[in-house]
């Protein structure tokens, strides 16, 4: 169904906004006997580097579900959180260093891609420093982002009509550790974003002979 889409189904009725969250990330407005229900897991009312910000659905609803992880916490602007992601990648790079990031392998592993691509097209001095994300599930992902572009912010939409911007430039895939060569500075985002096991933690033990910087 699309969003807004109105779908009754034994005299119950939904539809659907968007939830900002991840690509198609949807909150659900479930009308029973005259009582209005929200229905939302994760939501960011945040516009990011390419999706659209969470709507505020035009009706109130009588009974609110939500996901409440971060429901007292006040996030800094996202330009601040951007700018300390980038520096800290740079510092480390600058030293000598590796970076391991642990990505989801939807929405979060695109965001970060579109960031550093970007800094390292602004960047020339880091051009020959390599990025690779080494996930097989976030390889088939970005299949799905090339393909759904309308379902992103506007930036993604006028961007797209001269280039793909999620075909980077400054980064490639990983297919698996016997890949890796640790020759040098690079970054490596790699799944799973917990860093609780996979192939981050494989990454982190091969070969790597100087300082590794994990951001999480």
């Known amino acids: 169904m699309n969003f807004h889409e109105e779908i009754e189904v034994n005299g119950i009725r939904f539809w659907s906004y968007n939830a900002g969250h991840v690509l198609g990330a949807a909150m659900f407005m479930i009308e029973i006997a005259g009582v209005k229900l929200l229905y939302t897991g994760d939501f960011s009312r945040q516009e ?21 992880t971060y429901g007292t916490h006040v996030h800094e602007k996202r330009e601040v959180r951007e700018a300390r992601f980038t ?8 030293r000598g260093g590796r970076c391991l990031i642990p990505v989801f392998a939807l929405g979060r592993a695109q965001e970060l891609m579109l960031i550093l691509d970007e800094y390292w097209e602004a960047h020339p001095e880091l051009h020959d420093v390599p990025i690779y994300y080494a996930s ?8 799905v982002f090339q393909t759904y572009v309308n379902a992103m912010n506007d930036k993604i939409r006028r961007q797209i009509s001269v280039n793909n911007p999620f075909v980077f430039k400054h980064i490639s895939n990983l297919k698996n550790i016997d890949q890796f060569q640790d020759i040098g500075p690079s970054v ?10 996979g192939s981050l933690v494989n990454y982190s033990k091969h070969g790597v002979q100087t300082t590794v910087t994990v951001l999480s």
Do not use: F, W
């Open 188 to 197: 490596v985002m790699a799944s799973p974003g917990m860093l609780q096991s």
């Open 48 to 68: 990011d580097r390419h999706l659209m910000a969470a709507e505020v659905p035009n009706v109130r609803p009588d009974i609110l579900i939500i996901e409440s």
């Open 136 to 143: 097989s599930l976030a390889k088939k992902c970005m299949a």
């Open 87 to 94: 520096q800290t990648v740079h510092d480390t790079i600058l």
